[in-house]
Nanobody, 123 residues
């Protein structure tokens, strides 16, 4: 299994920005699809964005997430990042990093490995 460690969550005022990090380890394949999902209290876990770690694939975003979120990566450090800008109270959620095969889509069941989550609160 891939081990994932998220960091960077916290509290931010509406309109502010935040950067989340997810470091991956324990994998031997040549590449992974890494994704960010989020889950607000009482709601389903929904996708934000994904990116291929280990190659040059373009990022994928769910719906209008690209308007305010940017996913990037550092292949050398096996780390992906999620930056949020112009955050709104509706962005308040637990944000989860996930790892899956290169063919993984922006669908939670394509990802077998998950981090512990990091809380983002926008007020």
């Amino acid at each position: 299994h891939v081990q994932l460690v998220e960091s960077g969550g916290g509290s931010v005022q509406a309109g502010g920005s935040l950067r989340l990090s997810c470091a991956a380890s324990g994998f031997t394949s040549n590449g992974l699809c890494m994704a960010w999902f989020r889950q607000a209290p009482g709601k389903e876990r929904t996708p934000v964005a994904s990116i291929y770690l280990g190659g040059n694939g373009k990022p994928n975003y769910a719906g209008s997430m690209e308007d305010r979120f940017t996913i990037t990566k550092d292949n050398a450090k096996n780390t992906v990042f999620l930056e949020g800008h112009g955050l709104k109270p509706d962005d308040t959620a637990m944000y989860y990093c996930a790892a899956g095969p290169p063919s993984a889509r922006l669908w939670r069941y394509d990802y077998p490995d998950w981090g512990q989550g990091t809380q983002v609160t926008v007020s």
